[in-house]
């Protein structure tokens, strides 16, 4: 899957067990993750799962990582000086 490797933006090293922390993660989560354009973290994920309110409302939680991945890949592409449709 190289789409999530061409990215000007910094890469980090995790610790612990991705997978396992990724299986804990509520089944909305997961689907999204698995379409996402943009390799989360499970644990910035669920950072952002549990702020928005995910257990409440999964799709407000669903929203703002929507939102958050976009400005993301705004500011990644800016850096490499590639506009983006509007």
Do not use: C, F
């Not at 789409?3 to 612990?16: A, D, E, I, K, Q």
């Not at 549990?50 to 939102?67: F, S, Y």
């Amino acid at each position: 899957m190289s789409r999530n490797l061409n990215s000007s933006l910094r890469g980090r090293r995790r610790h612990g067990n991705s997978m396992t922390d990724y299986d804990a993660l509520p089944p909305e989560l997961r689907k999204w993750l698995h379409t996402a354009a943009l390799p989360w973290s499970p644990a910035s994920a669920r950072g952002v799962w549990r702020k928005a309110g995910g257990h409440k409302d999964p799709n407000a939680a669903i929203e703002r990582l929507k939102m958050i991945e976009q400005a993301t890949l705004r500011r990644d592409q800016m850096s490499v000086g590639i506009d983006l449709p509007t």
